[in-house]
């Protein structure tokens, strides 16, 4: 059974960082892309970022283009998202999802909320 | 970017009765490789999305066959033949060929 557990979530200060983590499990993790999507409090899906099976290729979305870094350990089937210079506009529940054409399978969402 | 257009953005329907989501690309979906990226998602309240069509028609395994998925190149729907209560809930496309990859606004489905 494919599962996708988020963590590192919370409350942080416009301007500070966090780092969320996903553990992957029930398939082979070196195997997929991967892809971060968010959701603003009442609001749509948002495509965040994406990385490659290897992790030689990354991609983000021009809002978080220079200030996120996507990243992915195959040996811990772990993938992260730093995210630094957070704004109050980022404040979201952050969805890891397995694939990058397609996405099949979710995490249950950690929620970040940037505010003073 | 890709924009896509979902619509309508509100869709009541009363039981037992057809449904149909239109979304709509701004540029063709059809990839290098042939394929065309054209995802469906349901989120139902207080839950994570979870993938209902990929590949424009391929249904997900477990998902109800009144669920279908049709279309080409910039112009895709999503048919529910006959809306159950349990199909309540908010509606994405996703396109999943182009650089960076782009949801629909979402189509709300409730029951009237």
């Known amino acids: 059974e494919v599962q996708l557990l988020e963590s590192g979530g919370g409350l942080v200060q416009p301007g500070g960082s966090l780092r969320l983590s996903c553990a992957a499990s029930g398939f082979t993790f070196s195997s997929y892309g991967m892809t971060w999507v968010r959701q603003a409090p009442g609001k749509g899906l948002e495509w965040v970022s994406g990385?490659?099976?290897?992790?030689?290729?990354?991609y983000y979305t021009d809002s978080v283009q220079g200030r996120f870094i996507v990243s992915r350990d195959n040996s811990k089937n772990t993938l992260y998202l730093e995210m630094n210079s957070l704004r109050a506009e980022d404040t979201a529940v952050y969805y890891c999802?397995?694939?990058?054409?397609?996405?099949?399978?979710w995490g249950q969402g950690t929620l970040v909320t940037v505010s003073s | 970017d890709v924009v896509m257009t979902q619509s309508p953005l509100s869709l009541p329907v009363t039981l037992g009765q057809p449904a149909s989501i239109s979304c709509r690309s701004g540029q063709s979906l059809v990839s290098s490789d042939g394929n065309t990226y054209l995802t469906w998602f349901q989120q139902r309240p207080g839950q994570s999305p979870r993938r209902l069509i990929y590949?424009?028609?391929n249904r997900d395994s477990g998902v109800p066959d009144r669920f279908s998925g049709s279309g080409s190149g910039t112009d895709f729907t999503l048919t529910i033949s006959r809306v159950e209560a349990e199909d309540v809930g908010v509606y994405y496309c996703m396109q999943g060929t182009h650089w960076p990859r782009t949801f629909g606004q979402g189509t709300k489905l409730e029951i009237k």
């Open positions: 590949k424009v028609s």
């Open positions: 990385i490659s099976s290897s992790g030689s290729n990354t």
């Open positions: 999802a397995k694939g990058h054409f397609t996405v099949d399978y």
